[in-house]
């Protein structure tokens, strides 16, 4: 089924803020690379060693350390990243059914939820009046992204 303009949008500004996160903590993760480093070499300063300050072994460990965030955070972001980048090439979400199997009135944030048997999104919040129609064991259609499985709504 196709995904509507308001899920699209959502998509789109949930992909641009992911995004940004990786490129935050990508770019955190690069200098602490060279603090980590930096440290090294005080440490071998402070223990005694001849040459502690290495411009050879503080660039090699420099890019060691970089070799292994890079290819991490790619590893990452090629994961989770692209399914949601899938979704909206495609455009398309799966709705599924499922049987209700607990409600439950949260008093404190005054919100209603329903418990159902999907594995992607275990409860969900609901309106009042969806909330006293439906009982345990009653089915109800919920909506996801087709690849990263992103909970769209319900009906």
């Given amino acids: 089924m196709p995904l509507s303009d308001a899920e699209v949008d959502m998509l789109s500004q949930k992909e641009h803020a992911d995004r940004l996160q990786y490129y935050k903590a990508f770019r955190a993760l690069m200098v602490f690379c060279f603090v ?15 040459n502690a300050f290495s411009y050879l072994r ?9 070799f292994i ?3 991490a955070t790619y590893a990452s972001y090629s994961y989770y990243h692209r399914t949601l980048q899938q979704d909206l090439k495609e455009r398309t979400k799966t709705i599924e059914t499922h049987r209700i ?12 939820h329903l418990y159902t048997t999907s594995r992607t999104s275990l409860s969900i919040e609901v ?7 439906l009982g345990e064991g009653d ?11 992103l909970y769209l709504g319900y009906f």
């Fill in 69 to 71: 965030v890079t290819a």
């Fill in 127 to 133: 309106s009042p009046e969806y909330f006293a129609a």
């Fill in 101 to 112: 199997t607990k409600k439950v009135f949260i008093p404190a944030n005054n919100t209603f």
């Fill in 139 to 149: 089915e109800v259609s919920l909506e996801f992204a087709t690849h990263s499985r």
């Fill in 58 to 66: 503080f660039f090699v460990t420099t890019g060691i350390l970089l």
């Fill in 36 to 50: 980590i480093s930096f440290l090294t070499s005080w440490y071998r300063a402070f223990d005694g060693a001849p």
